[in-house]
């Protein structure tokens, strides 16, 4: 079972930044696209960015020109550098890693980001 093990996450005040990492561990898969997800109270889990092997990103509307997301594959880690960030963007972020070739996916088990004065 491979695990994706996520650090980075905390409280922050508006305006703040916080950089999340998301490193598999026990691994012998390469991973094709990685990316971050995020899910509120009430709310449905949706996905924040991703980023291909090669390095493609895709971001949803509501981060763009806040957030970068970045990988190293040598390590099979990537990372979410938030900036400038705001309330509404207190969740639980979950990182997700695809398998090359399959339909396989792994989640993390989440970190929380809290933003609040």
């Known amino acids: 079972q491979v695990q994706l093990v996520e650090s980075g996450g905390g409280l922050v005040q508006p305006g703040g930044s916080l950089r999340l990492s998301c490193a598999a561990s026990?691994?012998?898969?390469?991973?094709?696209?990685m990316g971050w997800y995020r899910q509120a109270p009430g709310k449905q889990r949706e996905l924040v960015a991703s980023?291909?092997?090669?390095?493609?990103?895709n971001y949803a509307d509501s981060v763009k020109g806040r957030f970068t997301i970045s990988r190293d594959n040598s390590k099979n880690t990537v990372y979410l550098q938030m900036n400038s960030l705001k309330p509404e963007d207190t969740a639980v972020y979950y990182c997700?890693?695809?398998?090359?070739?399959?339909?396989?996916?792994?989640w993390g088990q989440g970190t929380q980001v809290t933003v609040s004065s």
């Open positions: 997700n890693a695809k398998v090359v070739l399959t339909s396989a996916t792994f």
């Open positions: 026990g691994s012998i898969f390469i991973f094709n696209d």
């Open positions: 980023i291909t092997r090669d390095g493609s990103t």
